[in-house]
């Protein structure tokens, strides 16, 4: 699969990514795991991304994919959940650190994103003095935030992040035109986080999880009803998404591995037709002013 350059960080992504939050499934087996996280790699993706609140994934991770940690860029995020700190402190995030390596059983790790801390700590700027203090141990490579709206903003101004990681789909468009323009303009790589909105247009009811419960909220309100002949919704959305210019990588999230591969298959078609692409900026657009971005 081709590449693109992940801002001004030297690292290359492909344009879709393995987001592994499912991993932390108990439904799926160990086996089951180690098969899909090898054939995302043998798919050509390199970019896996995980958290330390995302359960057995990191630790699925390096189980299954120690032995060939040079062949993809592996993403992760901190800031809480270590037991002996403080979430949201120097230390902590030092812990973090060591803690993700010593899961995913590598001597480094390529993007480490503070996961969604309030302004007020970003503020402070501590945690951010860790992550950089990380890289400069080389225990890390691209030290990057993870979040939305005022914080992204500050994050971006600060100066101080090489990448970012955001929400972006259908449901979740706030960061368009604007932020994503300013992100592309300082050079920084670009993850879009829940690209498919959770695939909400496929539900039967309204999920009962915040952030998917809201994108049901928009994409009834949206009304774009029918897909467009030819094409279903998670097809048009992971284009939208994939494609929208500034994005490096979207990592969408499963454990199937038929759903990967059929992701796979419509990023490589390409960015979906313009006036397409204005119909679902509009649906969107005429509710921008309350829709902000979503964790
Ligand atoms: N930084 C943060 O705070 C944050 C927050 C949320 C997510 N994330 C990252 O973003 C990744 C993606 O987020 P997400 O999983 O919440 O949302 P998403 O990628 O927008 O949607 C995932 C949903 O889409 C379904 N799906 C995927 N491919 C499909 C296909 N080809 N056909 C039908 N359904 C398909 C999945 O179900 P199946 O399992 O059935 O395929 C799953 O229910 C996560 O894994 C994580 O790495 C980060």
């Known amino acids: 699969m081709q590449t693109r ?24 087996s160990e086996a089951e795991a180690g098969h899909l996280l090898n054939a995302v790699l043998d798919a050509g993706v390199n970019l896996i991304d995980t958290a330390r609140g995302y359960g057995h994934s990191e630790a699925r991770i390096g189980r299954h994919l120690a032995h060939r940690r040079q062949d993809f860029l592996l993403s992760t995020k901190v800031g809480y959940g270590i ?54 141990a080389g225990k890390l490579r691209v030290v990057a935030y993870s ?10 101004q600060s100066g101080r992040f090489d990448a970012v990681q955001t929400s972006l789909s259908l449901c979740d468009q706030g960061n368009l035109p604007e932020r994503l323009a300013a992100l592309r303009a300082r050079g920084l790589g670009v993850i879009a986080k829940r690209p498919l909105a959770g695939a909400v247009w496929q539900q039967t009811q309204r999920p009962e999880a915040f952030a998917e ?14 897909a467009p002949e030819g094409l279903s919704w998670n097809e048009v959305g992971l284009r939208f998404t994939a494609h929208c210019p500034g994005v490096s990588s979207s990592i969408v999230g499963t454990n199937k591995l038929a759903h990967f591969l059929e992701n796979l298959a419509w990023v490589q078609k390409g960015p979906l037709p313009p006036d397409l692409v204005a119909t679902l900026l509009s649906a969107f657009q005429s509710h921008n002013q309350d829709w902000f971005g979503l964790i």
């Open 5 to 28: 350059a992940f801002g001004l960080t030297g690292l290359h992504v492909t344009p879709l990514g393995f987001g592994a939050m499912h991993l932390n499934d108990d439904r799926v």
């Open 147 to 156: 979040g939305e709206n005022a914080e992204l903003d500050f994050a971006m």
């Open 213 to 226: 419960g809201h994108y049901w909220d928009r994409w009834q309100a949206m009304d774009l009803g029918e």
């Open 83 to 136: 037991p002996g700190h403080a979430d949201w402190t120097y230390g902590c995030i030092l812990a973090g650190v060591d803690a993700a390596l010593t899961r995913m059983r590598c001597e480094h790790l390529d993007i480490v994103h503070l996961h969604s801390c309030p302004l007020a700590t970003l503020e402070r700027g501590e945690v951010t003095r860790a992550l950089e203090d990380c890289a400069a």
